[in-house]
């Protein structure tokens, strides 16, 4: 087999291997100026960002959604529309970005954060169930990288103990659990667009459901603390403004129309690209549920081993595939592990009432490892054609073959 790049050998991929990121065409355009011509700038007067989150809730087997700023103020909004607020507590999983949790404490609740599947990286409901307490409000359950939680387990764990259960679906566009999109399952459903999501305006989010009452006590706070249908300065509650533009909304309808037909080559090349690696010892895909019809696939996680490879530490791993052209994210750190939870850096959203964790010795073993021990690629590559996709099973067979010979001129500490 030939030599990776790393020690010299031509690169599987260059630049214009993968497709790039965000795509956008004529539709975007098409929608943009319509926009610009109504003069019709901000949801008030507009209809695209409403018409948007209305057909992207359907899309994912809601009944309705309302169109916010971003995935963050959507986990917020939602929290409050449940009632959880001062003194309350909310199980979140460490696998999972920082917005997950920070939004628990916007609303000054406390994140009590679990550990989660070693082979999906999702919430591990043994433990979520296990840190339910008499504060315990909800329970935030995160489909990473598009692998959807065990909603089997969850959504009558939630039921049988009083619980809302809110699906952080923010890299779950379009993935299906037994025949239903995420997001329908809990009491609300939150979506993020931003810039890398699988539909994006740069920045946007969703909030879906099929609980009006809930979804209208969403966007009330996230309307000034407005009530839909009354005088425009009644302010029925405390709130704040988390309303996307008409702007995000008419090219989130354009993203949404080519989005199925993007939907399907990523899960399909998910697959195939799944089953190539299996054949690598030392790696293996994310596991993929047989109850999902379908994953997202925000980006394609996979497990690493490092004694399959020389002992070969994952930055290093990484920094081969990359030298091969591969696109490459970072996967999170665990929540345990941020100088934010450790540190309790809170202010200014935390009032003295609220319980206190202590979260400096919080050991999360499950999620620290599998920061340490997976790689995240970048969605995009799922985009290209099925031959260049498998190329980066090509570059990893490679890898592992000559990683004696990595290890020997480049050995540990030499620019890992």
């Given at each position: ?6 020690l010299g ?8 291997t993968y497709?790039?990121?965000?795509q ?12 610009l ?13 409403f018409?948007f989150a209305?057909d992207?809730a ?7 959604g309302?169109?916010?700023t971003n995935?963050t ?9 449940c009632?959880v607020?001062?003194?309350?507590e909310?199980?979140?999983p460490?696998?999972t970005f ?28 043994v ?7 008499e504060?315990?409000r909800?329970i935030i359950?995160?489909?990473v990288?598009?692998?959807?939680c065990?909603?089997?387990l ?12 809110i699906?952080?679906?923010a890299?779950?566009?379009?993935s ?17 667009m931003?810039?890398g ?9 969703a ?6 009452q809930?979804?209208d006590a969403?966007w009330?706070?996230?309307d ?6 009354r ?5 029925a509650?405390?709130?704040s ?11 989130l309808?354009?993203?949404?129309e080519?989005f ?10 998910a697959?195939?690209?799944?089953e190539?690696l ?16 379908s ?9 690493y ?13 990484e920094?081969a595939l990359?030298?091969?052209g ?20 809170f202010?200014p959203?935390?009032?003295a ?5 202590d979260?400096?010795?919080l050991h999360?073993?499950v ?11 970048e969605h ?8 260049r ?15 004696a010979?990595i290890m ?9």
């Amino acid at each position: 087999m030939s030599l990776p790049a790393l020690l010299g050998g031509v690169p599987v991929a260059d630049a214009d291997t993968y497709p790039s990121w965000p795509q956008w065409g004529e539709r975007e355009r098409e929608e943009l100026l319509a926009t610009l011509d109504s003069g019709a700038w901000w949801t008030g007067d507009g209809q695209r960002a409403f018409r948007f989150a209305r057909d992207f809730a359907r899309y994912q087997g809601a009944s309705a959604g309302y169109p916010f700023t971003n995935g963050t103020q959507t986990l917020e909004a939602a929290l409050v529309a449940c009632g959880v607020g001062e003194g309350d507590e909310v199980i979140v999983p460490g696998m999972t970005f920082v917005a997950s949790a920070s939004a628990v404490l916007a609303v000054n609740a406390t994140p009590v954060i679990v550990d989660v599947d070693p082979d999906t990286l999702c919430i591990d409901p043994v433990a979520a169930e296990a840190a339910i307490g008499e504060r315990t409000r909800a329970i935030i359950a995160v489909h990473v990288a598009g692998a959807v939680c065990d909603l089997d387990l969850l959504v009558p764990l939630c039921e049988r103990r009083g619980l809302h259960l809110i699906e952080d679906c923010a890299h779950a566009h379009g993935s299906q659990w037994r025949g239903r999109g995420v997001g329908s399952y809990g009491s609300l459903g939150s979506f993020s667009m931003q810039q890398g999501k699988l539909m994006t305006a740069g920045e946007g989010g969703a909030l879906i459901g099929n609980d009006q009452q809930l979804l209208d006590a969403a966007w009330n706070y996230a309307d000034c603390g407005r009530e839909r249908g009354r005088w425009f300065y009644h302010h029925a509650t405390i709130g704040s403004n988390f309303r996307m533009t008409e702007w995000q909304g008419a090219v989130l309808l354009a993203q949404l129309e080519r989005f199925p037909e993007q939907h399907a080559v990523r899960n399909a090349n998910a697959i195939a690209l799944g089953e190539a690696l299996a054949q690598i010892p030392g790696l293996r895909a994310q596991k993929r549920d047989e109850r999902m019809d379908s994953q997202g696939n925000y980006c394609f996680v996979v497990h690493y081993d490092p004694g399959e490879f020389a002992a070969m530490p994952l930055r290093r791993f990484e920094e081969a595939l990359y030298a091969d052209g591969v696109p490459l994210g970072v996967s999170y750190p665990s929540l345990s592990d941020l100088d934010v939870f450790r540190n309790r850096n809170f202010a200014p959203t935390r009032r003295a009432s609220a319980p206190a964790l202590d979260y400096a010795n919080l050991h999360l073993p499950v999620a620290e490892h599998a920061a340490a021990s997976t790689v995240w690629m970048e969605h995009r590559l799922l985009l290209a054609d099925r031959d260049r996709v498998l190329r980066v099973a090509h570059a990893a067979a490679r890898i592992h073959e000559h990683a004696a010979a990595i290890m020997e001129k480049m050995p540990i500490g030499a620019g890992a």
